[in-house]
């Protein structure tokens, strides 16, 4: 009886013909919309499966609270203000400064620091340091994966004593020699930069760093909506029409011309982008998935607290050997307190903490009172999963994101952007630019 109700009143499939659709409203996304009507595309929709701008820039209110589900700090240079100059005036300008919390139970330089990491080691350790360091690169062996690339530049030694592995560890939620030397490479450049016995000299000289060149920005209070809605605004004015909540369900080809079947509704277009998950976009393409291809689950932890929190920073991360969590951010050091609390967001790769907020949070807890952290009255405010934080390089991800992109592009669907090319874009500014230069150099680029 209820089947049949359904079935009666399910309206009749129409037909909304798009000259291209994008896939995704994350920045990617609203990028990519952005530089298709620069290149004389008019009819351009974006399809989204959450009912809001912005992918995963999410922020979260909790009682007079405003969290982040990670730690996000904006640039004032990035592209995407470049298409979005509207934007700007809306972010909040920050001074963030970043630590880390060390194997040895301080708070030290993030990434490294020479004074904590190397010169309190004492005389052996400097010598045990430097020791490993040559024997490291005199009997280099082949560098097969992220340890092997760390343990190459500062030796393993180093490597353990700064806590550098079991933060490696921590970021995906597993172990260093498993992680994909692709991803060294990509994210971990700065080790080598740090290590030369030239940058090392520098690092002991007393000297003045170079003031940024640009500002640091953090979304408004009220969090990412009206943010985006700028953007969004502006994309509608030049001939994008947005479907927010909305899930693609198949994607056929006829002919040249992309057919979406989507809540009832069927649109076709002659260019589709994607920056939805890869393995979302092969699955609705009708095409292989490859279940190797995962991505980090994050839980985000969210405080309020009182008392003396044993750190000055507005960014922790956690290089010590033990604790599940990975990373905290003083939201309070950016909008100031509430209520006369200091308010932060905790991260916690989900599998590490056995996908369960209980435990992420008993931990958390737990190693914070440890290590003389959080001295004072700690109250959760509330918690959140996040699935698809950030692609998990591992099983030589990029060759088999390779396969994968060539699939989709064989069937005609450009895919880029932090999931769309399982690509570990560290910033907004990095997502930016590659859909830019993406678009750009696709042969395919001119508007019918
Ligand atoms: C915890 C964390 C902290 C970060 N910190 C910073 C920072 O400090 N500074 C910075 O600049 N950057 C930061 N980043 C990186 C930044 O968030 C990314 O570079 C950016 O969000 C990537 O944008 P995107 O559009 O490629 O992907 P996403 O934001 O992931 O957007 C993809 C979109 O596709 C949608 N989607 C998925 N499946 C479907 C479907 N089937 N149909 C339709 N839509 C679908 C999703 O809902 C999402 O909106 C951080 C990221 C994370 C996760």
Redesign the pocket.
């Known amino acids: 009886m209820v089947e049949q109700a359904a079935l009666t009143i399910e309206p009749p499939a129409s037909t909304e013909n798009f000259d291209a659709v994008v896939?995704?409203?994350?920045?990617?996304?609203?990028?990519s919309a952005a530089v298709l009507h620069d290149q004389g595309y008019r009819r351009v929709i974006v399809?989204?499966?959450?009912d809001?701008?912005?992918?995963?820039?999410i922020d979260c209110a909790i009682g007079p609270y405003t969290f982040?589900?990670?730690?996000?700090?904006?640039?004032d240079d990035?592209p995407l203000l470049a298409h979005f100059p509207e934007m700007l005036p809306l972010y909040v300008p920050i001074d963030p400064t970043w630590g880390k919390l060390t194997p040895q139970g301080a708070v030290a330089g993030y990434p490294l620091s020479i004074k904590d990491d190397i010169l309190r080691s004492g005389l052996w350790g400097c010598t045990r340091i430097g020791l490993s360091v040559l024997y490291a690169r005199i009997f280099r062996s082949k560098i097969g994966n992220a340890r092997d690339f760390a343990r190459y530049w500062i030796g393993d030694y180093l490597l353990k004593r700064s806590g550098l592995e079991s933060y490696m560890t921590r970021f995906f939620g597993i172990a260093a020699e498993k992680v994909d030397l692709d991803f060294a490479e990509k994210r971990m450049l700065w080790i080598k930069e740090h290590s030369s016995p030239r940058a090392m000299l520098r690092h002991l000289r007393p000297h003045k760093s170079a003031a940024p060149t640009n500002r640091q920005l953090a979304r408004p209070r009220s969090g990412y909506d009206d943010l985006y809605a700028v953007a969004a605004e502006k994309l509608g004015r030049r001939g994008t029409v947005f479907r927010l909540g909305?899930?693609?369900s198949k994607i056929r080809k006829v002919g040249s011309t992309f057919h979406l079947d989507?809540a009832g509704r069927t649109m076709t277009a002659g260019r589709l982008v994607s920056?939805?998950?890869i393995n979302?976009?092969l699955d609705?393409c009708g095409l292989d998935v490859d279940d190797n291809l995962s991505s980090?689950t994050?839980i985000?932890l969210f405080f309020s607290f009182v008392g003396k929190k044993g750190f000055d920073c507005s960014v922790l991360y956690n290089f010590s050997h033990n604790g599940f969590w990975k990373r905290l951010t003083m939201y309070s050091d950016f909008y100031g307190k509430s209520d006369g609390r200091e308010y932060f967001g905790v991260?916690v790769i989900a599998s590490q903490a056995g996908d369960s907020l209980e435990i992420a949070e008993r931990d958390f807890r737990s190693h914070v009172a440890h290590n003389h952290l959080f001295d004072g009255d700690l109250r959760l405010e509330g918690a959140r999963f996040?699935p698809?934080?950030?692609p998990i390089y591992v099983n030589n991800a990029q060759e088999r994101v390779a396969v994968a992109l060539t699939r989709l592009r064989s069937f005609g669907v450009e895919s880029?952007?932090?999931?769309?090319?399982f690509?570990y874009?560290?910033?907004?500014?990095?997502?930016t630019q590659?859909?830019e230069a993406h678009l750009r150099r696709q042969p395919e680029t001119k508007a019918s």
């Open positions: 896939l995704g409203a994350g920045i990617s996304g609203l990028v399809i989204e499966e959450f809001k701008y912005g992918g995963n820039h982040d589900i990670g730690s996000f700090i904006f640039q990035s909305c899930e693609v989507a920056t939805i998950p979302r976009a609705i980090v994050l985000s991260e996040v698809n934080a950030y880029f952007g932090r999931q769309g090319g690509d874009q560290p910033t907004a500014r990095v997502s590659n859909a």
